[in-house]
T-cell receptor, first 113, second 114 residues
Framework: EDQVTQSPEALRLQEGESSSLNCSYTVSGLRGLFWYRQDPGKGPEFLFTLYSAGEEKEKERLKATLTKKESFLHITAPKPEDSATYLCAVQAYSGAGSYQLTFGKGTKLSVIP | DSGVTQTPKHLITATGQRVTLRCSPRSGDLSVYWYQQSLDQGLQFLIQYYNGEERAKGNILERFSAQQFPDLHSELNLSSLELGDSALYFC?????????????FGPGTRLTVL
């Protein structure tokens, strides 16, 4: 069974204090690892897709990296508007030509001014 | 704005009732996915449709059903509702449904069962 574990569950940072979020996974036949951002009561917003170990992607203050067993979302000099829950998901083959996303429970990030 | 629309935004109903949630995918997307998000379970995949046909099933209860219509919009039907069905229900869409497709999520429907 595919499993995705995110840590920490919650993280409080001062504005400008850089940190990393972790996503560890167990999956047969990883086809992609996705990062989403979710604001309270809203739908997840797509951030990045990583496909192979060693791959990195950046967007503003966010940088995602991937190894064979985990992914990190690095946040550099965060601002209060970066406060959200960050979700990690793995995409794997689920049979009959279909692929499913399995989500972690997320890391709730709070950035204090 | 992802381009995926969902109606209604909020739904309050009683136990034992039946409701229908609606989703319109992004223009050009053929796949629609339904997810349930509760506080303790996180985002759980329910079901996927691709171009009108059921493609994959996740943790969907027998009381729940879905369909995708010729215009590609989708409906999720929830019946014999229980208190535990209260949750956020999200629809997502993707171009095809292949291994590298990105799913884009709608704003969700908040269901409250009293």
């Amino acid at each position: 069974e595919d499993q995705v574990t995110q840590s920490p569950e919650a993280l409080r940072l001062q504005e400008g204090e850089s940190s990393s979020l972790n996503c560890s996974y167990t999956v047969s036949g990883l086809r992609g690892l996705f990062w989403y951002r979710q604001d309270p009561g809203k739908g997840p917003e797509f951030l990045f897709t990583l496909y192979s170990a060693g791959e990195e992607k950046e967007k503003e203050r966010l940088k995602a990296t991937l190894t064979k067993k985990e992914s990190f979302l690095h946040i550099t000099a965060p601002k209060p508007e970066d406060s959200a829950t960050y979700l990690c998901a793995v995409q794997a083959y689920s049979g009959a030509g279909s692929y499913q996303l399995t989500f972690g429970k997320g890391t709730k990030l709070s950035v204090i001014p | 704005d992802s381009g995926v629309t969902q109606t209604p935004k909020h739904l309050i109903t009683a136990t034992g009732q039946r409701v229908t949630l609606r989703c319109s995918p992004r223009s050009g997307d053929l796949s629609v996915y339904w997810y349930q998000q509760s506080l303790d379970q996180g985002l759980q995949f329910l079901i996927q449709y691709y171009n009108g046909e059921e493609r994959a099933k996740g943790n969907i209860l027998e009381r729940f059903s879905a369909q995708q219509f010729p215009d590609l919009h989708s409906e999720l039907n929830l019946s014999s509702l229980e208190l535990g069905d209260s949750a956020l229900y999200f629809c997502a869409s993707s171009t095809g449904g292949g291994s590298t497709d990105t799913q884009y999520f709608g704003p969700g429907t908040r269901l409250t069962v009293l």
